[in-house]
């Protein structure tokens, strides 16, 4: 007899020994409620505090943030690797890629443009004679 073990997330409906009490997923969704608020204060605390570099700053509301993404997929919205949410996980990188290729694709194009709307220092010296 081969017992099949599956990647189950905190609040999916089946376990291996049955299924979830109101409790237990109560207790699931207040658990990803204190870290999700916990990871937000921590935010909040990381962009106002002076024991940071200020250049770490941003890198550590990035961490904070992806973190933050982490806790919302697993706890809210039950997001595992397991068989049953191939879909699932695939509509999830398909999401993501298009919004880095949007993304990185806005500041590509605004780049170019700002390098290419500069005038040339002749013409900057003559319109700032006028």
């Known amino acids: 007899m081969t017992i099949t073990r599956h990647d189950h997330a905190p609040g999916d409906a089946e376990e291996a020994s049955g299924a979830h009490s ?3 997923t109560l207790i699931i969704y207040l658990t990803g ?3 999700a608020v916990v990871l937000t204060a921590t935010s909040f605390w990381v962009a106002n505090t002076s024991i940071l570099w200020s250049t770490g700053v941003p890198l550590g509301l990035s961490v904070l943030a992806i973190a933050q993404m982490g806790i919302h997929l697993v706890f809210f919205l039950h997001i595992t690797t397991g068989p049953d949410d191939t879909n699932n996980v695939l ?8 919004v880095i290729l949007v993304v990185a694709g806005s500041l590509w194009i605004m780049t170019d443009l700002n390098q ?3 005038l040339p220092a002749e013409l900057m010296d003559l319109h700032m004679q006028h």
Not at 91 to 98: K, Q
């Open 91 to 98: 509509a999830l990188a398909f999401g993501i890629l298009i």
């Open 116 to 118: 290419n709307m500069v």
């Open 33 to 35: 409620l204190f870290l």
């Open 22 to 24: 109101t409790r237990s």
